[in-house]
């Protein structure tokens, strides 16, 4: 076996002043400055002739052509493979549209890239090894609220040669909405906080890329969202799909818990300290190897409503436009898994519930993978990917994939796709 090497890489994406923001429908302005800046990391690993480029962005998400775009200029400038490039948003809601190059003085495609070059072009004998562990009292189901969320923080630690740290990878399943639509300041939300203060704790240059798992239907469980619930006042889920506390839409004290106003930057670091003191009490224990097995593997699954399926309700031309323009009645998602060692990462190019990771969890776990971690918002974004169970529950996540012409069964195919994959790769 070939001597693991890795290289690490880190850009400023921050947008310049002034920008539309994305990922609230009712934000009242522009943003107004920046609270803490944006940035793409990147790790580079190589086992012998196997080798692979993990990115996080901190953007809400990243589209199909947006994904592409940025694997051309990687490729350009250095020898990765557009099949070795690994590319996942942290999904904050406090970030720039990317839908308008113009919200950048110098396209964040560029800068994206550079991280990934420079990831590729430090590279230097390294050892690695993977942990598992668990978060709990930070997330909720904003779904059904009383329904489980995945309380796993998968790790994967990188050392260099001589046992100082390089870099650190982790996994967790919570959407960045600390900060409502009533912040103008550009962020990284909570998942940026960890970074940050990861980075700092471990010092001397560390890059610490977050990865966002099942988040689909998990929110932040802030002490602001814990004193509403705690004083009993009627509450619905998003999308009305669940009620508590005897919740009648115009009762005067009545809350939806998708109302993300009134979020404090203070709660993104109390989040992110408790998640990262779980991250590091993982980090302590793992035991670092300098030979580990590199594999990629991709699929396409087909994601469109099938001949057997009747067309859902809510589904127009124009939305369904937003997907099929290019590609006709056939949405293909792009499912791509990476080994490292004892971790298998299954990248979905949406928003995945907790359900589905958990599911893609025990099942890799039954396969003998001792590290399954599924990775949201992963090359490419193209809705919510419920599971087959949640589409007659309606509500919010599921609406939106339906008007898109996405199929119930989506979640199914994907799963069955992988299965070969996961087993083929168990054995070799």
Known sequence: MTELFAGTGKSNITPRNGVEM???????DVSQGVHDDLYARAIVLKDGSTQVALCSVELLWLRKSDVDAIRQ????????SAEQIFIFATHTHGGPAIHKPENWDRSYYERVADAIVQAYETMQPAQLGCGFGQLFGYSINRRWLNRPVDPAVGVIRIDRADGSPLAVFSNFACHAVVMGYDNLLITADWPGYSSRLLEAELGDGVVALFAQGGAGNVNPLTETVRQRLAAGHP??????????YGYQKDAPDAWNIEDRGGGRF?????????????????WRSVTTKTTVPLWLDQVTVDAAVGPDEAPAAGMTPS???????????????DIRLVGIGSAVLVGQPGEVFSETSIAFRVKAQNLKYGHPMLVSYANGTYAYLPPEDAFPEGG???NWPRGLGISQYTQNRIADAIDGLLKAHATS
């Open 22 to 28: 994305i990922g609230y429908f009712n934000r009242p």
């Open 73 to 80: 200029l990687v490729i350009a400038r250095c020898g990765l």
């Open 235 to 244: 509450v619905t889920s998003i999308g009305f799909v669940s009620n508590y």
């Open 266 to 282: 203070i709660e993104c670091e109390t989040i992110a300290r408790a998640y990262n003191a779980e991250v590091m009490r993982v």
């Open 319 to 333: 939305s369904t436009s937003i997907i099929n323009a290019e590609t006709g009645s056939v949405i293909p998602l």
């Open 396 to 398: 919010y996540e599921v």
